[in-house]
């Protein structure tokens, strides 16, 4: 399957909340309801992902490859608690235990996505074969190839939002 450019994603995103009825203020989207039917990945109309526009090619040495730099810009636990809780529901997970979701950036910090936007958060499952651990392992391994250089930052954003499963081996890293 070919990938989609971020811009093209974004484009489309933005078509698809509108469609669904959702209403986009200050970095946040309100759904009634979001699909268990994207799993492992979130629903793309609720979270299409978000950008962080500190995170650029040029600024990737200052930012994402500085050891530490995602403590600086991760959001805090009572900010991330809360918005799970609400999006358990949104989700209509039967499991409303918060210790079975991470609150996952969709777009992770280390690849720069947005720190706070609910376009980007969500609770993925920590149960099943393809877990917020497996997709952990993924982010750190393109995060290093965009730091040394043998992966650009947008195409890693790319590979990440067309399908993190798959993300590694479009981009000829596994």
Not at 24 to 43: F, I, N, R
Not at 109 to 138: I, Q
Request: charged share 15%.
């Amino acid at each position: 399957m070919p990938r989609i450019s971020r811009s093209v994603v974004t484009a489309l995103s933005s078509l698809a909340l509108a469609a669904a009825g959702l209403t986009v203020a200050a970095g946040t989207a309100h759904a009634q309801s979001c699909s268990q039917d994207y799993l492992p990945l979130p629903d793309p109309t609720c979270q299409p992902g978000a950008f962080n526009s500190d995170v650029t090619q040029s600024t990737i040495d200052t930012t994402i490859c500085v050891s530490g730099w995602t403590a600086t810009v991760r959001p805090s636990s009572s900010y991330t608690t809360a918005l799970k809780k609400t999006q358990i529901v949104e989700y209509g997970y039967t499991d409303t235990s918060t210790s079975d979701y991470e609150e996952d950036h969709f777009v992770p910090l280390e690849l720069g996505g947005s720190p706070k936007s609910a376009l980007n958060l969500w609770p993925e499952p920590e149960y099943g074969t393809k877990t917020a651990g497996n997709k952990d392992t993924v982010e750190n391994k393109l995060k290093k190839a965009v730091c040394a250089g043998t992966v650009t930052l947008s195409d890693a954003q790319d590979a990440i939002v067309t399908d993190w499963t798959t993300a590694l081996s479009d981009l000829g890293l596994s």
